[in-house]
């Protein structure tokens, strides 16, 4: 039995063998047939979003860039379009990698794409140029083809409007000319209103440029669609009647300003509503449009001159203003100055027009400085813009002694009301210049060859009773006689210049203490005072450094949430639930231990107000007629006040 064993045994040792090597010839042969990555060609393609496409509707369209490098990011331009506009909405880099073994062979494929993620808005109808994208990167570049789409008209309505108040001009570049833009919608309308945009492609002029301010009093917003993205502006709303038909009108203002003598041509303001024709209640009893319908209305076509300013008759000190009511402020940092020494002038140039392009004239000009009395610097200085007006500072010097002042300064600017210019002066600086001393080569003087030399009247005169007085009188004026015709003595030496050669003979003088009289008793109150701070500071400094900086985190984080409340109350009814809720929200995500079933509701009962019935029509006047309820607003105050009370972990409410 033991000899039919063993030869079985030796069998299966045997063939364990030799599975072994064959393991390992194979790993051997399948490392060595391992493909190297394939590297495929950067391409390029377009995928736009599926139609139908209506004027005024934005589509998406998407280029999408594969097998570019990660980095640099490859950098995309367009082409010529036409019928709409294209903005760019956002960019999305993926990359992913995959491995793969088909007969042995191992491949590694790795991916980089890139998607840019474009809006096309047609605004009108009729077939619309899609352009050609090019993307490149490092020398490296790929097109998509151009091609066309059809977009569908929409119905014109009266139920909606919009109107481009500006004036007919001519006007000219660099003055500031007001515009409004006004939006109606009728009152039936507005409560099944679902969506509005607004196009005014006198916006997207390069050869225009735009200042907004806040309004007077601003109750909603108003959006205004652009190349550039949406346009948020601040806007009143007033309720009129316009053609017999109750209307709400949206008006908001804007400042334009022309950059280059070029006519303003622009097609009309459009805009596009998409109104609810069939409704049905959600979950939450809110109205929701199961079908909507189409409408836009457009305002008249846009012209206007623009011309230079006029050069007959422009003064030497105009210097580009444009505008109404322009002054000039002129101060100097010193009024006592000595012939050729620095003076730093600082101009404060004020007036209701484009300050940007405004500068100062050459300061030798007609009306300004004479370059006979003054040093003026060759180059003009750049201003800067803030809140009180341009500022300019320049550095000149005084040439002639005789002058007493800085004369008033003229500064010229173009009046496009009265289409004149206009004048306006500084007032003049007061002078007082010392004529420079020049120092010549008898001024310096020899220093003595021999340092040593005995001077009359000095412990180490060799003639016997050469010694000065002693008297307690200070010496001045002429020497004594007996020590006048010895060594000669510079006249010229400072030496003894108000010098007090005088013997104090008085013991109680000599031996006073001052600490006992007392005259530093000042110096010394304010030595210890100074000590007795630094150590005050100093125990202040660290029990501030003792508190836990977790602490101090939580109570900034509560003071800025009390804050944004009080902002959040201000707002209309809707757009205040939307804030406040957000507020709670990053309450939230900041002090996680401060959630609680309380916060929760409370930030639920937020989005319900949000969203309630008719909150889609955000230009409505619902939206502004309200607040915030008073019983949201206390809930969130006592709520907020309570948990700053209380420290972390020890809120009233149950955590969530």
């Not at 930030?603 to 939206?623: H, K, P, V």
Request: net charge neutral.
């Amino acid at each position: 039995m033991r000899r039919i064993v063993q030869p079985r045994k030796n069998a299966l040792m045997r063939a364990g063998a030799k599975l072994c090597v064959l393991l390992a010839l194979g790993l051997v042969f399948l490392g060595g047939v391992t493909a190297a990555p394939a590297a495929e060609a950067p391409a390029a393609r377009v995928q736009v979003a599926h139609g139908p496409y209506y004027v005024g509707e934005a589509f998406e369209i998407q280029v999408v860039a594969t097998n570019f490098q990660e980095e640099p990011a490859p950098e995309i331009s367009t082409g010529v379009y036409g019928g709409g506009v294209l903005r760019l909405s956002g960019i999305s880099p993926s990359t992913s990698t995959s491995i793969s073994i088909i007969n042995g062979k191992i491949t590694r494929v790795h991916e980089v794409t890139f998607v840019y993620r474009y809006e096309f808005t047609g605004t009108r109808k009729g077939r619309a140029r899609i352009p050609e994208f090019l993307v490149s990167q490092a020398g490296v570049s790929e097109s998509t083809r151009s091609f066309e789409l059809e977009i569908s008209g929409v119905p014109t309505t009266n139920r909606v409007g919009i109107d481009l108040q500006i004036p007919t001009g001519p006007i000219f570049v660099g003055q500031k000319v007001p515009i409004v833009i006004e939006f109606q919608i009728a009152r039936e309308t507005q409560r099944d209103l679902v969506s509005y945009q607004i196009h005014v492609p006198l916006f997207d002029l390069s050869t225009l440029r735009f200042i907004d301010e806040p309004s007077a009093n601003p109750d909603t917003q108003l959006e205004i669609q652009t190349e550039s993205g949406v346009l948020m502006l601040s806007a009143s709303s007033r309720e009129s009647v316009i053609r017999g038909r109750p209307m709400l009108t949206i008006r908001a203002e804007r400042t334009m300003i022309a950059v280059s003598a070029e006519a303003i041509e622009a097609a009309p303001a459009t805009v596009f509503i998409s109104r609810g024709v069939g409704f049905r209640r959600d979950v939450f009893n809110q109205r929701r449009a199961t079908s909507t319908e189409k409408l836009m209305a457009a305002g008249d076509p846009i012209r206007i001159e623009v011309g230079e300013v006029p050069k007959q008759g422009r003064p030497e000190s105009f210097a580009g203003a444009v505008g109404v009511g322009f002054s000039l402020e002129v101060t100097a940092d010193r009024s006592v100055v000595q012939l050729g020494e620095p003076i730093a002038l600082s101009f404060l140039l004020r007036g209701d027009g484009d300050l940007s392009s405004a500068s100062l004239p050459p300061l030798d000009a007609a009306g300004l400085l004479d370059s006979e009395h003054f040093r003026i610097p060759e180059d003009s200085p750049a201003g800067i813009v803030d809140d009180d007006g341009k500022h300019f500072d320049v550095v000149l010097r005084v040439l002639d002694a005789g002058v007493r002042e800085i004369p008033a300064l003229a500064y010229s600017w173009f009046d496009a009301e009265t289409r004149s210019f206009q004048t306006t002066t500084s007032r003049p600086i007061a002078l007082s210049v010392g004529a420079a001393e020049v120092i010549g080569a008898d001024a310096v003087a020899r220093r003595p060859e021999q340092r040593s030399a005995s001077l009359p009247g000095s412990p180490t005169d060799p003639r016997p009773g050469a010694m000065l007085p002693t008297d307690s009188t200070v010496i001045s004026g002429t020497l004594p006689d007996e020590i006048s015709g010895g060594a000669t003595i510079r006249r010229s030496s400072l030496a003894m210049s108000a010098a007090n050669l005088a013997v104090e003979r008085d013991p109680a003088r000599l031996l006073r203490d001052d600490r006992v009289v007392g005259g530093n008793r000042p110096l010394a109150i304010g030595l210890y005072g100074t000590g007795l701070a630094v150590l005050l500071f100093a125990v202040f400094d660290a029990r501030r450094r003792a508190i836990n900086p977790a602490l101090l985190h939580r109570a900034r984080v509560f003071k800025r949430v009390e804050r944004e409340l009080l902002t959040a109350f201000g707002l209309p009814k809707e757009a205040g639930a939307a804030a406040l809720g957000r507020v709670l929200r990053e309450l939230v995500a900041e002090l996680p231990e401060e959630a609680s079933q309380d916060l929760d509701a409370l930030i639920a009962e937020c989005d319900t107000l949000r969203f309630a019935a008719g909150a889609g029509a955000s230009t409505a006047r619902e939206q502004v007629s309200g607040q915030v309820p008073d019983s949201l607003r206390e809930r969130a105050v006592n709520l907020v006040a309570e948990r700053s009370k209380s420290g972390p972990g020890q809120s009233g409410g149950s955590g969530s």
